[in-house]
């Protein structure tokens, strides 16, 4: 990956942790040349999602393609329900050769494969601080039916035991001082 003078961020954690709220914050607040990577999926866009915005949204058969032809810095099926992630290489160097530092908003197993390519990559890991506390923000949004925040758990669970393998933990308890925290330490990179 040519990368000149960008850098590469990786966000993850577990779904309730707040991990996409301090990301938005941290691109409207942080004075450091950010771009979120947009990755691509073949899940369904959700109401207020937009195709190239959230993400790109492909079919079974544009994403499969696009993997047999490399187009991936890595890519999974998350969730195991079929639906396909993945951070596309061309969003990625574009990014780091206009020299943004690009945060790439993924899951566990994507980080370790993107820092097996990019072991310089700044890692951050986002959690609420307890799987109790998980539980909890994961019900509170009572969207989800049992079986769907059962599922949901057991997968935070796994990622959780993969927080010591990056570089940076945040404790995200309240967003405003969680993205105050991630985007001083981005700072010390400089
Ligand atoms: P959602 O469907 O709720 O938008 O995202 C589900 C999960 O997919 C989240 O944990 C998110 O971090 C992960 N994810 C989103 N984009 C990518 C990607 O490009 N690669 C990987 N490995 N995971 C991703």
């Not at 450091?32 to 959700?46: D, F, H, I, N, Q």
């Not at 993997?67 to 990625?92: A, D, H, I, M, P």
């Not at 574009?94 to 980080?111: F, H, S």
């Amino acid at each position: 990956m040519n990368r000149s003078a960008g850098k590469l961020i990786i966000v993850s954690g577990p779904s309730g942790s707040g991990k996409s709220t301090v990301v938005q914050k941290l691109l409207e607040r942080c004075s450091l040349p950010l771009l979120l990577s947009v990755s691509a999926t073949t899940r369904p866009p959700r109401a207020e999602e937009q195709n190239g915005v959230h993400y790109h949204f492909l079919s079974d058969k544009d994403f499969e393609n696009r993997r047999q032809n490399g187009e991936f810095l890595e890519c999974k099926e998350v969730f195991g329900r079929g639906y396909w992630y993945g951070t596309l290489r061309s969003t990625v160097s574009a990014g780091l050769n206009a020299g943004k530092w690009v945060i790439l908003e993924i899951d566990v197993q994507g980080a370790m494969a993107v820092l097996e390519q990019e072991p310089d990559a700044i890692t951050v890991f986002v959690h609420p601080g307890s799987m109790e506390e998980l539980e909890r923000r994961l019900r509170s949004r009572a969207t989800e039916t049992e079986d769907v925040i059962r599922r949901r758990l057991d997968v935070a669970a796994e990622e959780m035991s993969y927080r010591h393998l990056y570089r940076h933990e945040l404790i995200n308890i309240d967003v405003d001082p969680t993205v105050e925290s991630l985007c001083g330490l981005l700072h010390q990179y400089q």
